[in-house]
């Protein structure tokens, strides 16, 4: 059974940083192109950050360019989002997921979600 666990989320006055982490069991990590998502009160779950397993490339929403960071460890089967310089408006449920192929900043490519850790940003 495929489990995504997300954790540290919460609250973050802006300007500030956080760490998130999803931990992945259940699945061959390392071939698996890894996500992170999100949904803001009353917004529809949108693409964050993703880095695929077979380049190595990632790939971010132009909100997050360069205040977003994500990263991977196979040996420990998680994946990270350094998420520095928060926004109010980066308030939000982050969700990691997990995609065996296709587009990777595509939500129908991925086949495993976790349940989310909650971000709020303070102005």
């Known amino acids: 059974q495929v489990q995504l666990v997300e954790s540290g989320g919460g609250l973050v006055q802006a300007g500030g940083s956080l760490r998130l982490s999803c931990a992945a069991s259940g699945l061959s990590f390392r071939t698996y192109t890894m996500g992170w998502f999100r949904q803001g009160p009353g917004k529809e779950r949108e693409f964050v950050a993703a880095?695929?397993?077979?380049?190595?490339?990632?790939y971010y929403a132009d909100p997050v360019k360069g205040r977003f960071t994500i990263s991977r460890d196979n040996a420990k089967n998680t994946v990270y989002l350094q998420m520095n310089s928060l926004k109010p408006e980066d308030t939000a449920v982050y969700y990691c997921?997990?995609?065996?192929?296709?587009?990777?900043?595509?939500?129908?490519?991925?086949?495993?979600w976790g349940q989310g850790t909650q971000v709020t940003v303070s102005s």
């Open positions: 880095h695929q397993w077979s380049s190595a490339m990632t």
């Open positions: 997921a997990a995609s065996i192929g296709g587009a990777a900043t595509l939500r129908p490519s991925y086949s495993y």
